[in-house]
Nanobody, 126 residues
Framework: EVQLVESGGGLVQAGGSLRLSCAAS????????IGWFRQAPGKEREGVSC????????YYADSVKGRFTISSDNAKNTVYLQMNSLKPEDTAIYYC???????????????????WGQGTQVTVSS
């Protein structure tokens, strides 16, 4: 059974940090690119960051560049999202997802991702 389990969300003040984890099981982790997405109330799900399985390339949404860092520990089948300098507009449910193939032009296209976790809430207070 494929599982993606997010953890690490919570309530933090603006300027603070959180580290999200995405633990994967039930598929060959090294063959899948992993992405982080978020969805705020009333808004569409958007890509935040992803890491490519083919060469380890990382991608970030403009809104988080310089503040968020994605990393992968293949030995633990886990991907992390370190989030620094958090802003109230970062408040959302954060999901991780796995894709067997991504493109370099649209690496965080929601449609490319095959498996999704349940999400973890991140709330940033002002």
């Amino acid at each position: 059974e494929v599982q993606l389990v997010e953890s690490g969300g919570g309530l933090v003040q603006a300027g603070g940090s959180l580290r999200l984890s995405c633990a994967a099981s039930g598929f060959t982790f090294a063959d899948y690119s992993i992405g982080w997405f978020r969805q705020a109330p009333g808004k569409e799900r958007e890509g935040v960051s992803c890491i490519s399985s083919s060469d380890g390339s990382t991608y970030y949404a403009d809104s988080v560049k310089g503040r968020f860092t994605i990393s992968s520990d293949n030995a633990k089948n886990t991907v992390y999202l370190q989030m620094n300098s958090l802003k109230p507009e970062d408040t959302a449910i954060y999901y991780c997802a796995a894709a067997s193939a991504i493109t370099t032009t649209q690496p965080m296209s929601v449609m490319m991702y095959d498996y999704w976790g349940q999400g973890t809430q991140v709330t940033v207070s002002s």
